[in-house]
């Protein structure tokens, strides 16, 4: 299990292989992602897998998010290759945060509990790509995150989009993985 802990590799679109990835190997993914703890069962994790044509119309919501937001320094090179992100990865997993709400609204969980428990939901589902000797990305900068590509995948406050998963078949040789030591983060109080 350390072993495909250490090996989870992170990785650019720019180096992914287009190669579709099986269904069951997806599957399985979601599989392990389900199987994440959550503080009150609350099971905030939602996914939505986009595989072939449906990562088009995700490109789309990627670039319309841009045009949003670029206003006076909007580039045409720059929508463009937003519309082609959508293709540049087999794989794209868009990561939702569902809270537990009580009968009056509010939170039954606090929403750092929820993100947190969607992040070990995410860290499982890597894990089995990286078993299945593929690289994968947690997105969560810019346009992953935008209000308008919430809406696309459907997610309304108080759910949240913490991001996109994307992976692949890496194109280079497994990239090696970097760590501080594990000492200089810990305290071992005896
Ligand atoms: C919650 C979360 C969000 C991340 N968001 C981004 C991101 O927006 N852009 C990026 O380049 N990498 C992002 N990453 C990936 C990290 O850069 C990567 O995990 C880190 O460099 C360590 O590399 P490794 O995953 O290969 O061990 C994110 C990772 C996590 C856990």
Redesign the pocket.
Known sequence: MLDVIAR?????LARLKPDAIDREIIEKMLEAANWAPSNGDTEPWRFTVYTGDSRVKLGDAFAEAYRQDAGDDFKQISFDSYRDRGTSAPLWISIGMTPKVNDDGSLYMSEDEEIMAV?CA?QNLHLIATAAGMVG?????GV?CHPHVADFVGLQAPSRL??FFWAGYPTVAW?D?ERGPVSEKVIWAE
């Open positions: 989870r590799r992170s990785l650019g992040a995410v990305m947690w997105h969560s900068k992953s913490l991001g990239p993985g």
